[in-house]
């Protein structure tokens, strides 16, 4: 089974310029995150879906960033205009849940990432 | 609100020593939790879980008991190896509005000397 695809995996930056990255979660998986890991510190959630519905976007930072996931299948998160403090690496997880039952609960699988530099 | 708190690293050992890493957390009802491991250049991927208290997740030598008097769930490992080297992050998610929302804890670095 394939894993989370994302892209790019490197992307440099000025600030104020915008940038997008994008996510394709495993067939099938129904939930998709989105987080920011800042460097020495966990992962923070900005964005889940399930299906193309937003189930949690409190920790995204709205004046700035978006996200949207259409057809349920592929998203994409943008930054605009970027400050220097958005340097990280954003993370793209999916999850099957609900489908899969107990089992499936919350178990995230996670791709590699795309790492952000902003200048 | 919900948090997940670790000990700082790195936790720097020699090759089959014993492994404590500790986290705690705070939570509204019965969240499942979770550890993840980062090995360099990858992502996180799942290393155990436990849903309900006293479960016990185990896997590759590594174990975590669900604690819910301490509100505890510290990773162990009897004797690790070099190639356990990686960043060990504690998690749990909760139920909120019909799904389930996670929360990470910073992570623990973990270097094992040969």
């Known amino acids: 089974e394939a894993g989370v695809a994302q892209s790019p995996r490197y992307k440099i930056i000025e600030k104020r310029q915008s940038v997008a990255f994008w996510c394709n979660p495993i067939s099938g998986h129904a939930t998709l995150y989105w987080y920011q890991q800042i460097l020495g510190q966990g992962p923070k959630l900005l964005i889940q879906?399930?299906?193309?519905?937003?189930?949690?976007d409190s920790q995204l930072p709205k004046d700035r960033f978006s996200a949207e996931r259409l057809k349920g299948v592929d998203s994409t998160l943008k930054i605009q205009p970027a400050k220097l403090e958005d340097s990280a690496v954003y993370l793209c997880?999916?999850?099957?849940?609900?489908?899969?039952?107990?089992?499936?609960?919350?178990?995230?699988?996670f791709g590699a990432g795309t790492r952000l530099s902003v200048l | 609100g919900n948090s997940v708190t670790q000990m700082e690293g790195p936790v720097t050992l020699s090759e089959e020593a014993f492994l404590t890493i500790n986290c705690t957390y705070t939570?509204?009802?019965?969240?499942?939790l979770f550890w993840y491991v980062q090995y360099p250049g990858e992502g996180l991927q799942l290393l155990l879980k436990?849903?309900?208290?006293?479960d016990k997740g185990s896997n590759k030598g590594f174990e975590a008991t669900y604690r819910k008097e301490t509100t505890s769930f510290h990773l162990e490992k009897g004797s690790v190896q070099v190639s356990d080297s990686a960043v060990y992050f504690c998690a749990l998610s909760y139920a909120s509005g019909g799904s389930y929302i996670p929360t990470f804890g910073r992570g623990t670095s973990l270097i094992v000397h040969p």
């Open positions: 879906f399930q299906n193309n519905g937003v189930v949690d």
């Open positions: 939570a509204t009802g019965y969240p499942s």
């Open positions: 436990a849903t309900k208290a006293d």
């Open positions: 997880a999916s999850s099957s849940y609900p489908s899969g039952g107990l089992l499936a609960k919350n178990i995230q699988y």
